[in-house]
């Protein structure tokens, strides 16, 4: 059902249908979108079934308008759209499980059988054109337009006054952050292509953040009151993660914390499911994994921060604050 959404979206029925002033025949979509009339037929009909889109039958021919909960996550220009993310899951997440097989034997990303790129440059093979940068810039920017509130919100996080966000990729967080606490400073440090990509698509008018071009494991991590690291710990592997947050711990001001985004598994790990896929996902993308809380608190207790505190949210991502 996603992977026929997904071809739904790639065809742009979703956004034909919601800038249409009234609903259209298949014929007047066909016209439109370029496709066969039968062929465009048969799919409009096993959306009207599934809900996501209304038909009327005026005198033996069925108009099709869109449903608000396609209006609203499925067009391409709702602000709210998962459009990014459904194409992203379904061009490159999906030929990565196809080599599920392969990634279980060897316990190894399949960046190398699925698209000939290195395993160990996860973020080359992520990024391995402009046009890939930006579709996973947008499945990024996505999770935290819907779900960023209840992470910055998740502790208050008001005496932070300068705030990193490292690997803040399109800056939708650090948005999010700078909304709920406007006497903030906060500025994403990315890789330098990443700023650039992200100042090119992703700035908006009056921005209320700042970028910085950089690279947290090999350069300078800039001092702050506190560090978001935001799906960044579940990418890596468990050494590069404590020398990242002890790097982090150097640099942060006393007093200052570190706030991780991450979808925490249960302790026993016998769940959720979701987060469990989530982890079979990090192994055929990356060199990480997802873990319970109690791999957290000892990586920052380890790395020296303090007064770990954890917030399930409910949501797709959960928190954790801890102090130097
Ligand atoms: N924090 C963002 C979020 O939750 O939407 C993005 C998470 S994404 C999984 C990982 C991010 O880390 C990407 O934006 C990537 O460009 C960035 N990144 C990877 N390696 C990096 C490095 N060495 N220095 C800085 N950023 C890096």
Same mark, same amino acid.
């Given at each position: 059902l996603y992977t026929f959404i997904s071809f739904t979206c790639e065809l742009g029925v979703f956004d034909?249908?919601?800038?249409?002033?009234?609903p259209m025949s298949a014929v007047e979509v066909a016209q439109k979108l370029g496709t066969s009339e039968d062929g465009i037929e048969r799919l409009l009909? /096993?959306?009207v079934a599934i809900e996501i889109v209304d038909v009327e039958v005026v005198q033996g021919t069925a108009f099709y308008s869109s449903t608000d909960v396609a209006n609203l996550y499925l067009a391409k220009t709702s602000p709210k759209s998962l459009h990014d993310l459904i194409i992203y899951n379904s061009q490159?997440?999906?030929?990565?499980w196809n080599n599920l097989v392969d990634a279980v034997r060897e316990g190894k990303n399949q960046n190398e059988k699925t698209f000939g790129l290195p395993s160990e440059e996860i973020f080359s093979a992520i990024y391995r054109s402009e046009e890939e940068m930006l579709k996973f810039m947008g499945l990024m920017n996505s999770t935290w337009v819907i779900d960023g509130h209840d992470i910055v919100t998740a502790f208050d996080l008001s005496s932070f006054k300068t705030v990193i966000d490292l690997g803040g990729c399109s800056g939708a967080l650090a948005r999010e952050l700078a909304k709920e606490y406007p006497s903030s400073t906060v500025t994403v440090l990315d890789?330098?292509?990443? /700023?650039?990509?992200?100042?090119?698509?992703?700035?908006?008018?009056?921005?209320?953040?700042?970028f910085q071009e950089g690279d947290f494991f090999e350069g300078e991590i800039p001092p702050a009151d506190l560090y978001i690291l935001a799906r960044i710990i579940h990418d890596w592997k468990e050494d590069k993660n404590l020398k990242l947050l002890k790097k982090i711990h150097t640099a942060c001001h006393p007093g200052g914390g570190v706030l991780i985004a991450e979808a925490l598994l249960f302790e026993n790990r016998r769940g959720p499911t979701m987060v469990q896929m989530f982890s079979l996902n990090m192994l055929v993308q990356t060199e990480g994994k997802e873990h319970p809380p109690s791999h957290y608190t000892r990586l920052l207790t380890d790395a020296g921060f303090r007064d770990v505190q954890v917030c399930r949210t409910g949501k797709s991502y959960d928190a954790i604050l801890a102090l130097k």
């Open positions: 034909l249908l919601l800038q249409s002033q009234k009909d /096993v959306l490159t997440i999906y030929p990565l890789l330098p292509a990443v /700023v650039q990509t992200a100042q090119r698509h992703f700035a908006q008018q009056d921005d209320t953040i700042c």
